[in-house]
Structures are given as C-alpha cells and as structure tokens.
C-alpha cells in the first residue's frame, strides 16, 4: 500500500502535511546505508582520531585507492559516509573552501567555521529544486590552536554539531551507545589511547576482529600536527596491545 503521504515524496522542496521534508529523510536514509560502512570518531585531550572499516569491493582494485578517509588541509581531516561519489563531490568543494580561506585570510581556516561553510551549502540543497541532496554525512576533525581538539559532524540537511565521539553509517547508534559510556575518560585520553578506544568500539560495534588492513585509522596530534593515514603496521601494533590488555 502507498502511503497517504506519497505525494510528497516527488519534491524536495515539499512539505508534508505532517511538516515533514520526505527527500531529506530518504537522503539521510542513503547516506547512512549506502556504503553499509560504520565510522568512528573522537577527540582526546590533545588529538583527534577517526576509525572506519575498509570493505574493498573488488579483488582487482588497487586496495589503496579504496578510502573514506581524506584531507582537507594538511591540519584538517574528513571521515565520509554514504555515496562514495558524494562524498568526493563534498570533499572538493571542502578543499576549496580551505584553499580559498588560506588564500583571503593568510591563515589556515579553522575546523569549526569550515564545518559551518560546508553545512550552509548542504543547507541550500534542501531548499532549491536544481540540485539534490549529497548523500553524505562528513565528520571534520582537527587540533585548533584556540579550541584543542575538534570533532565536527555535518549532515545532508546542513546540521552541523561538535562532538567529543561521534559515529556515522550502518551501525551509527550502537557506536554512540559505546562512546557515551567513556565520554567523561575521553577527555584526558593521550593519543594511543584515543586511538585504542576507536578501534575497540569499531570492534565492539561490528562484533568481529579485524586484521590491520582491514580498518582505516587517521589521527591529528597537537596544533602543529599532520591529520595522516596510520600504516598498516602501527595499526597491527594497536590491535595487538588491545588483544594483550584484554587476555
């Protein structure tokens, strides 16, 4: 049976009688399911840290090249969830808006007011007719010389929040669930235990090991610091000290 709200489903621009935008709700539908990925992220006392499962869809692409992972600015970083190619689409005109900051101002721009510029632009997209939604929610982290770590979450609709921990995709609640619990320790955490934590929800949440290679894990530390990929190694290193401290 069609709903006996179906009618409005044809438009983004449409309320329903409800007061209920449905495109918006199918975008945040798509960006939450589309890559069937979960990512993490939190924020320690001096640094950031994303985590997100790696699922290479094909045993003939180039494993490398298959990352939800990216930099805006040598400081900033960006976990994406949702459709891969919109998530691109966001990354870009988020680099722009870097460069373009960098270039007017003469300084790096801050992770909050790029949040605020990339959740003003998702926010047109809900009102226009000429352009869809981006099937994405993007988490923004970097180490702010005023404001120490921060953790940025922009949604579809144009929402943007910060966040000591946050989650996004498949299994979003269930990681939220497991963060809220360490929200007061996470505060004083160092960077080797930010990371751990990450990657023992991302575990807890999936309920499965992983090997190294199977998880993509980045982080920024301190004002000065480079948002980096870590290898596969220091990812191994990680695993095996959890495995040890919890045997």
Do not use: W
């Not at 990354?91 to 722009?96: D, L, N, T």
């Not at 299994?171 to 990657?199: F, G, P």
């Amino acid at each position: 049976t069609m709903s006996r709200d179906s009618n409005y489903d044809h438009h983004i621009s449409i309320f329903s009688p409800q007061g209920r935008l449905y495109q918006m709700e199918y975008a945040f539908k798509a960006a939450s399911s589309a890559s069937g990925l979960t990512g993490i992220s939190l924020r320690g006392k001096n640094s950031c840290v994303v985590v997100n499962k790696k699922k290479v869809p094909d045993r003939l692409m180039d494993p490398q090249s298959i990352s939800h992972i990216f930099n805006i600015s040598p400081q900033i970083g960006c976990l994406t969830t949702g459709m891969i190619a919109d998530c691109k689409a966001q990354i870009q005109r988020m680099r722009y808006e870097a460069a373009d900051y960098q270039f007017k101002y003469g300084y790096s721009i801050p992770v909050h007011v790029l949040a605020k510029r990339i959740a003003d632009i998702a926010q047109v997209n809900t009102q226009s007719a000429s352009m869809r939604p981006l099937a994405t929610v993007c988490i923004l982290v970097g180490v702010d010389d005023e404001r120490g770590p921060q953790v940025f979450k922009v949604d579809c609709a144009g929402h943007y929040l910060p966040f000591y921990g946050t989650a996004s995709g498949a299994k979003e609640q269930e990681a939220m669930n497991y963060l809220e619990k360490k929200v007061e320790e996470m505060k004083e955490y160092d960077t080797d235990q930010t990371v751990r934590t990450a990657i023992m929800c991302l575990g807890s949440v999936l309920g499965s090991d992983f090997r190294g290679s199977e998880i993509e894990v980045a982080m920024v530390e301190g004002t000065n610091g480079k948002f980096r990929l870590l290898s596969e190694e220091e990812i191994d290193a990680h695993l095996s000290f959890i495995a040890d401290s919890d045997a």
